[in-house]
């Protein structure tokens, strides 16, 4: 049985967790989380979803970063981080194998917003790699790769599921191997960046094409100013035919139908 410190946070990370706390082959000593943080209308203190799912299944949870001398103390073997927040430091990174799941084929795609990056340039495919955390960000040693296809109209929230399910496994798969006999440097000339996304990205402008609005939807979502106020663009579908809007959301109005959005506040010029 391999003891694990799992470092996570946000639903992206939730199979993973399931995943290890479920098989009889790892035994999750300690979960360490972002703290909590504000959230809703009146910004009440509320979990990330790790330390929830986490309390649940009755592990110890620790909302800082725990020092080398607390990790021994536990005898821990290895780290798992999965969108952790946090570039660990030196002390953890040098003394513990800590195998970082990235949901971008490494080294392509190193950076905050992967997922968004694939979908927002109409990429065809994906994937998610297993890799052992240094100092750099994502630029440690290789160790497991799958590659994932991405539809034409996949939304963020579809891939972001689907990578995360199969890197749970992924992870799994890479623990049970001898790390120092599957690793393999990344080739730093083939490294590609992807940037954090901003609110302003979302905005849909007239120059951009069908295809550029369907991509930039699917990504992170997008709005336009129709006769004078903000419209959140939720859904679209892109085919032969063109550009297709499928789901919208007025400002401070519940998401709606977009033929049912035309019949009360007209069609939506792009």
């Keep these: 049985m391999i003891r694990l410190a799992f ?32 959230a809703g209308r009146g910004q009440q203190r509320q979990m990330l979803p790790v330390k929830n799912a986490a309390l649940d299944l009755g592990l110890p949870v620790l909302d800082r970063l725990p020092t080398a001398a607390e990790l021994q103390k536990l005898n821990i073997a290895k780290i798992v981080v999965v969108a952790y927040g946090r570039i660990l430091p030196a002390e953890l990174t040098d003394n513990w194998e800590c ?32 890799m052992l955390l240094n100092s750099e960000m994502d630029a440690g040693d290789i160790l497991l790769q799958e590659e994932i296809s991405v539809g034409p109209n996949m939304q963020i929230r579809q891939l972001s599921a689907l990578c995360a399910a199969r890197g749970a496994d992924l992870l799994a798969e890479t623990l049970l191997q001898d790390i120092q006999q599957i690793r393999k440097p990344q080739n730093p000339e083939a490294a590609t960046y992807c940037r954090k996304i901003n609110k302003t990205d979302a905005l849909i402008t007239r120059g951009e094409s069908p295809r550029q ?38 400002a401070g109005k519940q998401p709606m139908a977009y033929a049912d959005f035309c019949r009360g506040y007209g069609e939506i010029i792009l």
Excluded: C
């Excluded at 082959?25 to 360490?32: E, K, P």
């Design 7 to 38: 470092f996570g946070s946000p639903d992206f990370a939730l199979p993973a967790l399931q995943k290890l706390a479920a098989d009889e082959r790892f035994q999750i000593i300690l979960v360490v989380t972002q703290p909590d943080r504000p």
């Design 99 to 130: 195998i970082n799941l990235h949901p971008s084929l490494l080294p392509k795609h190193r950076g905050p917003s992967p997922l968004q990056t694939v979908l927002w340039n109409g990429e065809e495919k994906t994937g998610v790699t297993t």
């Design 213 to 250: 609005i369907h991509n930039k939807v699917r990504a992170f979502g997008g709005y336009v100013l129709h006769k004078g106020k903000r419209v959140k663009i939720l859904e679209t579908r892109y085919t032969a035919a063109g550009l297709e809007i499928m789901a919208v959301q007025p």
